[in-house]
């Protein structure tokens, strides 16, 4: 059974700071991953996805790394600022037959101005 | 519209009553899944449909989780006789085709069993 863990699950900077967010996975055998962020009373927006076969994507200010066979993901937000405030959640599909997604638990972010 | 609906936002029954959660998915979305948000958790996979076929419903907790889809656009998921722990955010998403296709949510409706 593939589990997610997110570390850390609570984050606190101060606006304008880089940062790294953790996803790992146990079952490398994976479609792909993708990073979500939601606000408080709302449901998920798509941050990133990232097909098994590729190393990185990016968005902007954010960056996310995929290392499948270590079973890794991080998320990278390069200067930090208020609006990032938000849980960020992975979410790894399973390669092969059904569509079955597997979420972390989060990390909430608090980006203090 | 533009994006996943849910209706209703939120949702106050009592112990024994059955609810029913709607989903509106975008326009000509091929997949559609359903998922189960306790506070302070990610959401936990439920069903997924694929046009009018469920394919996977292997993350219902019990037989008193019905999900359909009948003409392959709005879905309904049906919780009968509800109980405490049925409490949470029911989430709802859908993506054009397959797994290349990130997913698409909706905002949730609230449960809250009393």
């Known amino acids: 059974k593939q589990e997610v863990t997110q570390i850390p699950a609570a984050l606190s900077v101060p606006e304008g700071e880089n940062l790294v967010l953790n996803c790992s996975f146990t079952d490398s055998a994976i479609y792909n991953l993708q990073w979500f962020r939601q606000d408080p009373g709302k449901g998920l927006t798509s941050l990133l996805l990232i097909q098994s076969s590729q190393r990185e994507q990016t968005s902007g200010r954010l960056n996310a790394s995929l290392d499948k066979s270590s079973g890794r993901s991080t998320l990278y937000i390069a200067a930090s600022q208020p609006g990032d405030s938000a849980t960020y959640l992975c979410?790894?599909?399973?390669?092969?037959?059904?569509?079955?997604?597997?979420f972390g638990t989060g990390t909430k972010l608090q980006v203090i101005p | 519209g533009a994006g996943v609906s849910q209706s209703p936002r939120y949702k106050v029954a009592k112990r024994g009553q059955d609810v029913a959660l709607r989903c509106d998915p975008i326009?000509?979305?091929?997949?559609l899944f359903w998922y189960q948000q306790a506070l302070g958790q990610g959401p936990e996979f439920l069903t997924y449909?694929?046009?009018?076929?469920?394919?996977?419903k292997s993350g219902l907790p019990s037989d008193r989780f019905f999900a359909e889809r009948p003409e392959g656009s709005v879905s309904t998921l049906k919780i009968q006789r509800t109980q405490q722990e049925d409490s949470a955010v029911y989430l709802c998403?859908?993506?054009?085709?397959?797994?290349?296709?990130?997913?698409?949510f909706g905002d949730g409706t609230r449960l809250s069993i009393l």
């Open positions: 979410a790894v599909r399973r390669s092969g037959g059904y569509q079955k997604v597997t």
């Open positions: 998403a859908s993506s054009p085709t397959g797994g290349k296709q990130p997913q698409h």
């Open positions: 449909f694929q046009n009018e076929a469920q394919l996977d």
């Open positions: 326009s000509g979305h091929v997949s």
